[in-house]
C-alpha cells in the first residue's frame, strides 16, 4: 500500500521551552518518489541494423543516477549554516562578496574545498542573518489570492525587522529622539503603531532541481521554518513529522516530479542526573526568590492591640459638577471624633490640583481623580459602654480660581465615612453662603470674594459646640453643585478572630460602629423625642399648681366606677 503524504501548508506547530535554542537539533531527510504527471510517448524503436547499438545508447542515457540525487538526509543545529551549490558558486569569487558576512561565507568556503567539498547537496540552510530571510519576511502573503495588494499595515509589518539588539547603549550619550511627543501627527502614528518582537528565524531548504542541475534558485523551495522568540516559544511550520507521515512536495513542469519529505526533532535528551539538578537549582532559585518576598512583606501582617479598631481608607475625589465657574479645586480635612486616632505621619487634609471643566451633558464637570490615604484607629474606652461611638467625617470646600488668581468660595459640604468596608461611590451636594443684594454678586464677580466660613464645621455640628442649641436662624444659603467620591475602605481588629468574652464585648461595638449609618436614624429619632419629653417638663413646670391638681383630681374621678 502506498505511504499517505501530507502537504506541507496545513499550519504550524508552537512549542515552548526552557532550555536554550542552541540544543535544538533536526533531522531532514528528503527523496524523490516518480513523476506525477501523464505517461510521456515511449522512445521510438532503433532503426533496422543498429540494434546492439541502439540498446547501448539507451542503455547508456538511462544510467541509474546517483543515490545522492535520488534522497538525502541531514542533521541541522539552530543557526547552523549548510550552504547550497548556488551560494558555493556565488561566495567562491571574492569579488562577488560585499558585506563582512559575504566574506566570511567565502573563506568558509574555502575551507570547505579544502577538506573535501561540502557533504549536503540538496538540503541546505538559510541563517537568520541571511538575505533570504529579509526577503522571505518582505514578500509574505497575508492571503492566498494570486492578485492580493498589501495594505499599509502589512507593508510596514514587512518592512520591519523583528530582530534581537545585542548593541549595549554608549554611555554619556545624548538622546537623538524624543521620548515623549506630545503632539504627534498622523504620518507618526502610522509609523510607530507597529510591534517589534525580537524574533530570530531560521530556513531549511530543499534543492529540487533536475539531476545534474543544481544551483538554480527556482528549484529552491522551503522545507521548515523555525522562528524562536526571547521567552522561549519555538513555532515550527511545518510540524515535526512524527507518527502522522511525510510531507509532500510537487513540483510544477512537464514531469510534475513529486519529493517527500520528513522532519524530526533529534535534540539530546536530558539525563536524569542532568534534570534533576536542574529541578535541584529551580527550587533553590524559587526558595530564594520566596524569601526574599518574605522579607519584602514580613512574616506576619501588623496586627492591632486588642480592643482596637484600624480603618484604612483609599480614596479619590472623582470630579466636581454644577458649579458656576471654571478652574476650579477641593480643599479637605478629616476631623477625629472622641477615642479615635491617627499616625503621626498621617496626613488629615490636602488640596486636589487645580482642573478645568468640560461640558458633559447639562452640566459643567471637573474631572480631578485625586487619590489619598487615611487611617486611624478606634480605642474602646469605658465610657462607650453606654454612649453611642461617633464616626470620622470628611469636611470639604470647592473653591475657583480665575486668570487674575481671584479665588472665589463655590461650596461647602461634609462626608461621614462609611461603616461598612468595601467599595463606596458617593455624590455629595454642596451650598454657599450669600448675601441679600446685587452688590455681593457684583463684587463676587468682578474682584472676586465671597461670604466664607471661619470654622468650616459649622456645615454640620462643630465639634467646640458646647451649647444644647444650634441656631442658624438667619443664616441664608444657596445651593450649587455637588462633589463625587470613590472611597475603599478596610478595617481591622482582633475582635474578628478571639473567641473570648473580649470579642463580644468589642463585638458589640463594632455592631454599633458597623451600623452608626442605620443607627444615626435612630439616634436622631431618640433624640427628638427626649427634647420633646424636656419641653413637656417644662410646660408642666410653668403651669399652676391648682391647675396640675385640679386636672388630677379630675382624671381620678373619671377612673371610679
Not at 542533521?75 to 562578496?97: H, I, M, P, T
Not at 524574533?199 to 521548515?224: A, N, S
Not at 480631578?368 to 464616626?391: A, K, N, R, V
Request: glycine share 6%; proline share 6%.
Amino acid at each position: 500500500m502506498a505511504e499517505a503524504l501530507r502537504s506541507a501548508d496545513g499550519g504550524c506547530a508552537v512549542y515552548r521551552s526552557r532550555d536554550p535554542v542552541r540544543n535544538l537539533r533536526l533531522r531532514v531527510r528528503i527523496q524523490r518518489l516518480a513523476s506525477a504527471g501523464p505517461l510521456l510517448p515511449q522512445a521510438p524503436p532503433p532503426p533496422p541494423g543498429r540494434g546492439l547499438l541502439g540498446l547501448a545508447e539507451r542503455a547508456a542515457t538511462g544510467a541509474r543516477r546517483p543515490e545522492e540525487e535520488e534522497e538525502e538526509a541531514a542533521e541541522v543545529g539552530w543557526q547552523e549554516k549548510l550552504f547550497s551549490q548556488f551560494e558555493v558558486d556565488l561566495y567562491r569569487n571574492e569579488s562577488a562578496c560585499q558585506t563582512p558576512l559575504d566574506r566570511q561565507y567565502h573563506e568558509e568556503i574555502l575551507k570547505l574545498e579544502k577538506a573535501g567539498g561540502r557533504k549536503n547537496h540538496r538540503i541546505f540552510t538559510y541563517t537568520d542573518h541571511d538575505r533570504f530571510t529579509n526577503l522571505e519576511e518582505h514578500c509574505q502573503k497575508v492571503t492566498d489570492s494570486d492578485h492580493e495588494v498589501p495594505s499599509y499595515l502589512a507593508e510596514r509589518m514587512a518592512n520591519v525587522r523583528r530582530r534581537r539588539q545585542d548593541r549595549r547603549p554608549v554611555e554619556a550619550s545624548a538622546l537623538k529622539s524624543k521620548i515623549i511627543t506630545w503632539e504627534p501627527t498622523e504620518e507618526f502614528i502610522k509609523n510607530n503603531h507597529v510591534i517589534n518582537t525580537p524574533v530570530q528565524t531560521m530556513y531549511i531548504m530543499g534543492d529540487l532541481g533536475p539531476y545534474g542541475k543544481l544551483g538554480h534558485r527556482e528549484y529552491e523551495h522551503v522545507l521548515c521554518t523555525i522562528k524562536v522568540d526571547g521567552n522561549g516559544v519555538i513555532t515550527v511550520k511545518p510540524d515535526f513529522t512524527g507518527t502522522q507521515g511525510a510531507y509532500r512536495i510537487e513540483l510544477d513542469g512537464e514531469k510534475r516530479e513529486v519529493w517527500k519529505y520528513t522532519v524530526e526533532n533529534v535534540s539530546v535528551q536530558v539525563q536524569p542526573e542532568e534534570e534533576e539538578r536542574e529541578q535541584s537549582v529551580f527550587r533553590d532559585l524559587y526558595g530564594r526568590h520566596k524569601e526574599y518576598l518574605s522579607g519584602l512583606v514580613g512574616s506576619e501582617f501588623e496586627m492591632t492591640l486588642p480592643g482596637t479598631l484600624r480603618l484604612f481608607v483609599n480614596g479619590e475625589i472623582v470630579s466636581a459638577q454644577g458649579y458656576e465657574y471654571d478652574n476650579i479645586y477641593v480643599h479637605f480635612f478629616l476631623e477625629l471624633p472622641n477615642q479615635w486616632s491617627s499616625p503621626a505621619f498621617q496626613q488629615l487634609s490636602g488640596v486636589t490640583q487645580t482642573c478645568a471643566t468640560k461640558t458633559v451633558g447639562w452640566e459643567n464637570v471637573a474631572y480631578f481623580c485625586y487619590p489619598f490615604t487615611l487611617e486611624m484607629f478606634f480605642t474602646q474606652g469605658d465610657e462607650s459602654e453606654d454612649s453611642l461611638p461617633q464616626w470620622p467625617v470628611l469636611y470639604f470646600e470647592v473653591l475657583s480660581l480665575d486668570f487674575w488668581q481671584r479665588y472665589r468660595v463655590e461650596g461647602y459640604g461634609s462626608l461621614v465615612l462609611p461603616a461598612s468596608p468595601g467599595l463606596h461611590t458617593l455624590t455629595i451636594p454642596t451650598w454657599r453662603p450669600v448675601e441679600l443684594g446685587t452688590v455681593a454678586e457684583l463684587r463676587r464677580f468682578f474682584i472676586g470674594g465671597s461670604p466664607e466660613l471661619e470654622d468650616i464645621t459649622y456645615v454640620r455640628i462643630p465639634s467646640t459646640f458646647k451649647g444644647e442649641r444650634l441656631s442658624r436662624f438667619g443664616f441664608r444659603t444657596e445651593t450649587t453643585g455637588s462633589v463625587t467620591f470613590r472611597l475603599y475602605c478596610l478595617q481591622q481588629s482582633k475582635a474578628f478572630l478571639e473567641t473570648s468574652a473580649l470579642r463580644q464585648r468589642m463585638q458589640s461595638v463594632l455592631d454599633r460602629l458597623g451600623g452608626f449609618s442605620q443607627q444615626s436614624s435612630v439616634y436622631d429619632v431618640l433624640e427628638a423625642f427626649q427634647r420633646a419629653r424636656r419641653r413637656m417638663q417644662e410646660a408642666r413646670e410653668s403651669l399652676p399648681q391648682d391647675l396640675i391638681s385640679t386636672s388630677a383630681s379630675t382624671a381620678h374621678q373619671l377612673q371610679e366606677p
